[in-house]
């Protein structure tokens, strides 16, 4: 299995230390067990910040940072090993184990954090934390802090400045390691894979949950735990459903089925979207559409190097969609002020990408000073253009109603432009026509 090597970690906790203020302490928690119903729990999956800095995969665990500290700068809170419980739920590493395993300089039980915890902060001046994003963390931490303001009149120094971690963590999160864009792109491959198989099975009279199978079977085989996101397998005029979820409708000849759906690996997702003829061949109305979007993102793909800025690959497939509109007598007038008053958004109402990484729609900011954001090399984005005519749309002919296109692909900045991750699976017309005639 490819996965991020051990001493990533420690490079990712030097490199947040490097750039945390003098005499201040990093404090993040692992994400909670999710209950899914009843004594029944949803399947773990470890907070992305705090998996970035550690690789530990279990809950109820904290992560303590202390850039300076003699007696050891990382401290790790977790569960210690339990011989009854591990015979029912599952190994742990405890705390010889978040040591020996994990890189941490010193372990404690989680049990024993508000003994341990305050005497950590105490004489520390700046607390970095996920302020905001998880309530029931952000009262313990007041209540480990107001420990310390009980004993000032002893001399205890409370810490008096309170900073959100985001904005460092998330911008070192940004960038892309080659380790980082080795997971991806195993990631990227998995997904292709399934995408393939759905295409190869495609058949009328099965369900969208039959090719939803094809997905998730090729991702466990591949090793991924899990899918990064709800997959949408969307056939006829569910396709212009952005989100759609149901995933329970026939699959009609005549009807395209849009598939988006990507696999997580090591916590790092791939994001891909094709669309293709149920029956294997595409009408004259979903080709003419189908062209439109793929010219929009190949167009896009160009707009993507080093120092181009992040809302030019997305002004592109505005620019290609919108001409394409126009020739098709779908939008009438004239491109550029059709594009002034955003008439494309009644056909194409999303942006063309978002950052991608260990979440799907990724952390990093994408304005800096008011400004979009410059690509540097190491970014990761998806490129997903798309065209949805919706079913009620009266305004165009009937031939065009219910059509949704979406093609999305997953990139990383280069010094020459772009990597495609996602080339795998195939997206022009007669690529797609051949790879569905060879399967039938
Ligand atoms: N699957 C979510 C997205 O494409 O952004
Ligand atoms: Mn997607
Ligand atoms: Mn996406």
């Known amino acids: 299995m490819i996965h991020i090597p051990k001493a990533e970690y420690t490079r990712r906790r030097k490199a947040l230390m490097a750039q945390m203020e003098p005499n201040s302490i990093a404090i993040l928690p692992a ?29 109820e665990a904290v992560i303590v940072l202390m850039p300076g500290r003699q007696h050891g700068e990382y401290v790790l809170f977790c569960r210690e090993r339990n011989a009854e419980r591990e015979l029912w739920d599952g190994l742990r590493a405890g705390t010889e184990g978040a040591i020996r ?19 950590l ?23 480990w802090i107001n420990v310390i303001r009980s004993k000032a009149h002893l001399g205890a120094q ?21 380790a980082e864009v080795k997971v991806m792109r195993e990631a990227a491959r998995i997904s292709c894979a399934a995408h393939v198989k759905a295409m190869q099975a495609s058949r009328a009279g099965l369900y969208e949950f039959s090719l939803e199978a094809e997905l998730d079977y090729e991702f466990r085989k591949g090793g991924a735990k899990m899918p990064a996101y709800g997959s949408i397998v969307a056939a006829g005029r569910n396709s212009c459903i952005l989100h759609y979820q149901q995933n ?10 849009l598939i988006d759906a990507g696999c997580e690996i090591d916590c790092y997702a791939s994001d891909i979207t094709r669309t293709w003829p149920v029956n294997g061949k595409f ?30 690959a997305h002004e592109a497939t505005v620019h290609v969609i919108t001409a394409g509109l126009v020739k098709l007598g779908l939008l009438q007038g004239d491109v550029d002020e059709l594009i002034a008053s955003e008439a494309y958004k009644a056909f194409y109402m999303h942006r063309a990408g978002h950052w991608l990484g260990m979440d799907v729609h990724d952390v990093g900011e994408y304005k800096v000073g008011g400004e979009w954001r410059v690509l540097e090399v190491g970014m990761a984005l998806t490129v997903e253009p798309g065209i949805y005519i919706s079913p009620d749309n009266q305004n165009v002919a009937k031939k065009w109603r219910g059509i949704g296109v979406r093609i999305e692909d997953d990139v990383v900045v280069t010094k020459q432009g772009c990597e495609i991750l996602t080339g795998g699976v195939p997206k022009t017309v007669a690529d797609i026509e051949a790879l569905m005639a060879a399967a039938r």
């Open 31 to 59: 994400a909670a067990v999710a209950i899914r119903n009843r004594d029944v729990e949803h399947v773990y999956r470890q907070d992305s910040d705090f998996q970035y800095l550690s690789g530990f995969p279990e809950p």
């Open 101 to 119: 395993d994990f890189g941490a300089d010193d372990a404690f039980p989680i049990t024993d954090i508000d003994d341990i915890l305050p005497g």
């Open 121 to 143: 902060i105490e004489g520390r001046d700046r607390v970095y934390s996920a302020m905001g994003s998880n309530a029931e963390f952000d009262r313990h931490l007041m209540e």
């Open 158 to 178: 409370p810490p008096n400045e309170f900073v959100a971690l985001d904005h460092l963590l998330h911008d070192m999160r940004l960038y892309k390691s080659a």
């Open 248 to 257: 329970d409708a026939v699959l009609k000849d005549g009807d395209l089925v």
């Open 283 to 312: 009408s004259p109305e979903q080709k003419a559409i189908y062209e439109i979007v793929l010219a929009s993102q190949e167009a896009a793909f160009a707009e993507i190097a080093p120092d181009k800025h992040w809302n030019q």
